[in-house]
């Protein structure tokens, strides 16, 4: 409950991406997406959370937690890095948002392979990462 106070969690329920600068480490981040070329159409939870009220809601819960244990008993590796299962979340944003453009692109099974579109489009979410 004091990390939840301390860190001003409820601001973490709203939409504005200046709640993820309440952790000094995200600073770079916010910093780097203010210059790329998602700022005008994207947000924070645009991409790292899924687009569906559910699973939007337990990623958040999730992340919640397992930052506000990282923040408060130390441990994060500092430039802040994405766990592989965060990864997989907003490459499925990626993939929701484009579809249109990325069809062929998509395996041709259901939870297939395909190559993650940050391998080519490092700098679209975060310009100089």
């Known amino acids: 409950m004091f990390t939840f106070g301390y860190g001003r969690g409820a601001s973490y329920l709203s939409n504005d991406p200046q709640s993820c600068v309440n952790c000094h480490v995200m600073q770079g981040h916010m910093d780097s997406w203010q210059k790329s070329s998602h700022h005008g159409v994207a947000v924070c939870n ?3 959370l899924p687009h569906d009220p559910i ?3 337990v990623v958040k819960a999730d992340n919640g937690f ?3 244990l990282a923040f408060t008993v130390g441990g994060f ?3 802040i890095r994405i766990k592989p299962r965060n990864r997989r979340v907003t490459q499925s944003t990626c993939v929701d948002c484009h579809r249109d453009f990325v069809h062929n692109l998509l395996p041709a099974t259901e939870n297939g392979d395909m190559q993650s579109c940050v391998h080519c489009h ?7 990462r």
């Open 77 to 79: 590796k500092d430039p």
């Open 55 to 57: 699973g939007k809601w």
């Open 122 to 128: 490092a700098d679209v979410g975060h310009a100089g």
């Open 66 to 68: 397992f930052h506000s």
């Open 46 to 48: 645009d991409c790292h």
